[in-house]
Every structure is written in structure tokens, then in C-alpha cells.
């Protein structure tokens, strides 16, 4: 199961004890610095030509003392065009759960250096970026803000307990920044000896590296840190940034992988067995769940399903300590709890299954891994944090197979998308070995679009569709959805249909499709009406090929390419459209078929005419999942070949009238 339910190990429950014995409450350890003549008179910088604004200078001041780690972070921001002055809607961004912003003060610098104090009220807004990534902010804007204006702004996160662990600092930002300092107060205890090391990311040329002080103060000086660029499909921006993390331990030090990794390993394992290691009550449930007679896959397919239908409170709305406590809620410490209680959170669900399997006969194993949708795990970091997602190893007629039934709405068989292709430790007694879970093909995760339409003389589609969602296309949208009502789920699957047709459309969905369970496939049914699908020309009229291609309409467009291409997981988009002429039409002339095989990714286009009925078959198959960015042009030309085939017409001949616009 994925990083929403963190493994937390032992130093962090150690911190929740001790912490409080240390400093009460943040000092604010930032201000407004004195206005510079040169920065009021500054109109460019020449090491970030035609940038609408830059960072002057930045400064994190990072405290994992006191009863809650703190972050005082200040900003001064000089506008230099016109587009520039949107930098004064200013966005703090946080997630609830890890804390709140405070301490924000504000203010703007005019051009002749007079000076105007934000005295406003800052807004908690919901933030959802690309891939569905959500968050909150703390938004206001800053008053008068010109060409020329120097916006100054600084605050206070106060981060939640147990957040000591999740130290860094992000140096890159949407802006070229011309100066920076960070500085870190580590956690310290009297009790028992912790001792902090740190890694570092895309550090900026000539940045010397992350030094302690005598006073035990990490420091951090950068200069010229370049803007962040984010493109779509790109791989997880903490992977892409110049960042420096910062990695806690409270029992062991080890500066060799292989050691560090055999200690994570062994203490993991021991941490399992214990939490699984109640086998008579495993024995009793096994028995309730399958049948003498069923073969090893139907028996391993059954607990799947069983675990699955436990309810999972990693994908609740997450409930405070105190409707905890009303609704007489505590963790659970074992599997036998679990199975009694019929409750658990994913991690939780997923041991639950390994255990049941244990106990009907199959060769099962623990394993933790690293969810790629925030980083790319890599050993030699010795980080035992980002092994953050648990699934578990079956050898099933040979083979070994993952399952995370935990990961709510995931096939049997197959595993979240961020947990694909990853390496992993496969737990056992003497340290685990690692070993990589598997990438499914494009076919296992399908979006099928299956028309039956009829065409009038306006030139007007209308009729059915039906879209099936199988695999990890499934999964996601269940996901997504799963904490919305009706209403909002209907509208989710009407604005993706309108989403893929090229032009505005009319759709209604007319089914109630299912959306509780991991399988079967998410089926949607739709009424579709597409006006001025069909154009005159002439005594002809023109019929796109391309009813469904607008995602694909203007995918990498642009000429160049900073990062490499990140696809979530390989995929095929498949439409079999069918469409009936109006009475007296001819189809004159069909495109030639298109058949484009690049081996990673495939493209077929088919346009037949069936005794009056225009059939339209398209496949794009995408089987890859990372490439790097010297391979943009390639990739660039293969989807210039898919928007050209998407683009094709069909010539129709109006029966004894010219087809309207």
C-alpha cells in the first residue's frame, strides 16, 4: 500500500515521546530586510533574460526543535514586466494534515521606494494541480504591485508532530532565484543518541555543499538558482528539483548500503512476524473463506476479495482523535484485531492478506518499496523512510506474484500504478533481498470508446456510447471518485467524454456504473450528441476520422524538452466507432489506413465503408514509462504522426443536396 499510509518507524513514535521535553513554541527567526537603491533600480537580470520576475533573495530557516518542528521562510521578489505583476497573488502552499501557516506579514516596495503594508486577511484555497495532485494554500494578493515593485512576504509552518522526520529544503522555485540561505536546528535528545545525515539533489553549479557549524547549525548558501520549469508528463517534481533532504536514525548508523539495508530489513521483518504471527486465528478465517475443492488461484483470488471487502479506513475521510475515541476506534496490533474488528487501514489489509495466504498453504513474503509517484527510489541514499508502500510476494504456479489489496480498488493481480516497476525489499529473517515488481502492459489498462451513431443531413452525430475502463484506467478514476456523490461522479464522466471530442458536444450518462469494487471493469453508458461534427465543401462533405482524439490534439507540442517523459503507467486508448449515413449519402472516399509501429508506442487508424455504414477503428498503445529527454524529438514526431492521422477526413457524397456548415 502507498505512501498515504506512511511506515513511520521507530525514531519518529521515540520523538512523539521525548520531543516535548524540549523548547516550547517557534521564535520567529525572520524579517524584513533593508531596501536596497540597486535592487529599486534593477529592470533585468541578464542570467534569466525576459523573465517576468525573480526571487532577490530567499531564506528557510528550518527548527526540528520543540514540541513541533517549525519552517520560517521569507521572500523578496522583484517584478520586472508587466506578466510579472501576477506574482502579487501571492500562494503559501500546505497540506492540512502536516500543518498550518502563521505569521504572515507582508508588504510592497514601489519603484521610488515608498513602502505600502499588506493588511489583509489571508484565504485557506484548495490548489489542485496536474495529475490530481491537491493541496491547500494561503492566498492574498499585495496591494499596487507595478513594473518595478519589490513584493517582500514571510511566515511561519508550523508543522504537525511527527513531521521531525520529513526535513529538506526545496532550493528550485517557479522563479530564477539571485540569492538564498538555509539553515537547519537538528533534533537533538539527552536520552538516547540521534544522529542526522543528509543527501542532496541537482545542487546549482558551484553551490559548495550542505556544511554543520560548531553550533550543530546546518547551513546552505546558493546563488543563481535557475527557475523551475514543470512540463506534462514529466517525472515527480522532488525527483527534478535541486533539494537537500535530511535522514534521522535513532539505533543505527551505517555509511555502507548493504549493511544499513541487511539492519532496515531485519528489523522490518521482525516488526511483521510479530504483527501477522497469529496463525490459529489465520487457520480459522482461511477456512471461512475458501473451499477444499478450489484450486490454488481461486483460493488466492477468494482472500483477495475477502481482504477487500474489509473496510478500509485509508480511503475514509480522515477522522479526528476525538471522533476516534467516540467511535471506540484503536489500531490495531495484530491481524487476528483486524479480522475481528473488520477494520483496518491499507498497510494494515495488506499483512491481513499475507497472512491468510501463509495459512492456505502459499510461499508468501513481506516487501517494502518506495511509491514512485514522489520519488525514484535509489538504495545507495540509505534512506529506510522512502520505503514507504508495502505489498506482498506469493509464488503462484512458479511465479512470483505482487498483491496490495490494501490499495483500494486495485484488480487481483495487479498493483496501484506507484508501485509498479519499482524496486523493492523482499522481507525474510536474514535482511530481505530487493527485488522489482512488475509493469503491466498497455493492453491490461484500456480506455475503450465504443460509438453507435447516426449522422444527419446538418451534419449532426447522435447516439450512443459506451466507455469501459479496465486496469489501472479503472483503478484511478475509483480512486479519484471514491469520497464523491452521484452527482458529482456523473459529472466527472460526462466532462472526460467532452474532454475527448474536439468540439462542444451534449452527453449524458444513463447508467449507474460501479463504483465500489475493483472489478469488473468501470463501464459508462452515454446518449452523445455532436453538432457540426460534418462541414461542406462544395457538392462534398467532410467527416474528421479523429471523434475522440482531443487529448492527443496537442500533446508535446512544444519544439523543446528540459526534463525526460514520464508516463504513470503504459496504456491503449482503442475507439470503434460506428456511423450510419443519412438516407440517400455515399461515402466517396475513405483515408488511407494508418499503422505506425515505433515498438513502444503503436498507432492504428482504420476507415472502412460497410455497405453505407462508416466504420472508424483507433488504437494507440503507449508501453513505456520513463525516457529520457534526448528522445523528445523522436516522441515528438510519433505523435505528430498520430495528430495527422487523427486529422484525415472522410469525403461524403450528400444525397442531391450540398451538405450545410
Known amino acids: 500500500m502507498s505512501s498515504a499510509r506512511r511506515h513511520l518507524p521507530s525514531v519518529v513514535s521515540f520523538f512523539c515521546v521525548l520531543i516535548a521535553s524540549v523548547a516550547p513554541g517557534p521564535v520567529w527567526a525572520v524579517n524584513f530586510q533593508p531596501v536596497s537603491p540597486d535592487e529599486l533600480k534593477m529592470t533585468s537580470e541578464p542570467k534569466a533574460p525576459g523573465a517576468p520576475a525573480i526571487i532577490l533573495f530567499r531564506e528557510v530557516d528550518r527548527d526540528d526543535r520543540g514540541h513541533t518542528a517549525h519552517e520560517d521562510v521569507y521572500f523578496r521578489i522583484k517584478i520586472l514586466t508587466e506578466e510579472g505583476r501576477k506574482y502579487g497573488n501571492i500562494e503559501i502552499p500546505f497540506f492540512r494534515q502536516e500543518g498550518s501557516v502563521i505569521n504572515i506579514h507582508a508588504r510592497t516596495i514601489e519603484p521610488d521606494g515608498s513602502i505600502i503594508n499588506f493588511g489583509g486577511k489571508a484565504f485557506d484555497k484548495s490548489i489542485v494541480k496536474a495529475r490530481g495532485v491537491k493541496y491547500m494554500a494561503k492566498t492574498f494578493t499585495l496591494p499596487n504591485v507595478q513594473v518595478g515593485s519589490i513584493l517582500e512576504y514571510y511566515y511561519t509552518t508550523d508543522l504537525s508532530e511527527n513531521f521531525i522526520f520529513d526535513s529538506h529544503w526545496i532550493l528550485s522555485d517557479e522563479l530564477f532565484t539571485k540569492n538564498a540561505k538555509f539553515s537547519l536546528k537538528p533534533y537533538v535528545s539527552d536520552y538516547r543518541p540521534i544522529s542526522v545525515r543528509w543527501t542532496w539533489n541537482h545542487l546549482p553549479p558551484g553551490t559548495a555543499q550542505p556544511a554543520q557549524a560548531p553550533d550543530h547549525v546546518i547551513h546552505l548558501d546558493a546563488n543563481d538558482i535557475p527557475a523551475f520549469q514543470t512540463e506534462d508528463y514529466m517525472p515527480p517534481e522532488n525527483e527534478m528539483k535541486s533539494r537537500v533532504d535530511f535522514i534521522y536514525s535513532d539505533d543505527f548508523i551505517e555509511t555502507e548500503p548493504d549493511k544499513y539495508w541487511k539492519k532496515v530489513g531485519k528489523k522490518r521483518n521482525e516488526q511483521l512476524e510479530s504483527f501477522i504471527g497469529k496463525r490459529k486465528a489465520m487457520d480459522q478465517a482461511v477456512a471461512e473463506i475458501v473451499a477444499p475443492g478450489d484450486s490454488q488461484e481461486v483460493k488466492l483470488q477468494k482472500i483477495y476479495a475477502r481482504v477487500q471487502q474489509i473496510r478500509n479506513t485509508s480511503y475514509e475521510v480522515r477522522k479526528s482523535e476525538q471522533e476516534q475515541k467516540r467511535d471506540k476506534e484503536k489500531p490495531a496490533d495484530n491481524v487476528e484485531a483486524i479480522w475481528k474488528d473488520q477494520y483496518g487501514n491499507g498497510q494494515q489489509l495488506t499483512w491481513l492478506f499475507l497472512a491468510l495466504a501463509r495459512s492456505a498453504g502459499f510461499e508468501a513474503s513481506g516487501m517494502w518499496l ?292
Not at 540509505?382 to 504456479?397: E, F, H, T
Not at 498497455?442 to 456510447?465: I, N, W, Y
Not at 475509483?478 to 474536439?502: H, N, S
Not at 495528430?643 to 450528400?654: A, F, T
Request: a negative charge.
Open 370 to 661: 518506495a511509491d514512485r509517484s514522489h520519488y525514484f527510489f535509489v538504495p545507495q541514499t540509505m534512506d529506510g523512510q522512502r520505503l514507504d508502500a508495502n505489498v506482498v510476494v506469493v509464488k503462484l504456479n512458479g511465479k512470483d506474484v505482487f498483491f496490495d489489496p490494501g490499495a483500494a480498488f486495485t484488480p487481483f493481480g495487479m498493483l496501484p500504478w506507484v508501485e509498479t516497476g519499482v524496486k523493492g525489499l523482499k522481507l525474510d529473517k536474514d535482511g530481505g533481498t530487493w527485488l522489482q515488481t512488475t509493469l503491466p502492459s498497455s493492453k491490461e489498462s484500456t480506455v475503450l470508446r465504443k460509438a453507435e451513431l447516426k449522422l444527419d443531413e446538418t451534419g449532426e452525430l447522435e447516439g450512443k456510447l459506451t466507455v469501459t475502463y479496465t486496469g489501472l484506467e479503472a483503478t484511478r478514476r475509483r480512486v479519484e471518485e471514491r469520497l464523491a456523490d452521484e452527482t458529482e461522479r456523473k459529472k466527472f464522466l460526462e466532462d472526460e467524454v467532452r474532454e475527448a471530442i474536439p468540439i462542444a458536444c451534449d452527453v449524458e450518462l444513463t447508467n449507474q456504473p460501479e463504483w465500489k469494487r475493483s472489478s469488473p471493469a468501470l463501464v459508462a453508458e452515454y446518449t452523445l450528441k455532436v453538432t457540426g461534427w460534418v462541414s461542406g465543401a462544395g457538392r462534398r462533405a467532410l467527416l474528421p476520422v479523429g471523434l475522440f482524439a482531443a487529448p492527443e490534439k496537442h500533446l508535446f507540442d512544444h519544439a523543446f524538452r528540459v526534463h525526460p517523459i514520464y508516463f504513470a503507467f503504459p496504456f491503449q486508448r482503442v475507439d470503434d466507432v460506428s456511423i450510419d449515413m443519412p438516407l440517400g449519402w455515399q461515402i466517396a472516399t475513405v483515408p488511407k489506413a494508418q499503422n505506425l509501429d515505433a515498438k513502444a508506442i503503436t498507432y492504428v487508424l482504420e476507415a472502412t465503408n460497410d455497405k453505407g455504414t462508416l466504420h472508424l477503428n483507433r488504437s494507440l498503445n503507449v508501453d513505456v514509462m520513463l525516457l529520457p529527454a534526448e528522445n523528445y524529438v523522436t516522441l515528438r514526431k510519433i505523435f505528430q504522426i498520430v495528430r495527422s492521422g487523427d486529422e484525415e477526413q472522410v469525403i461524403l457524397q450528400p444525397g442531391g443536396s450540398t451538405a450545410s456548415n
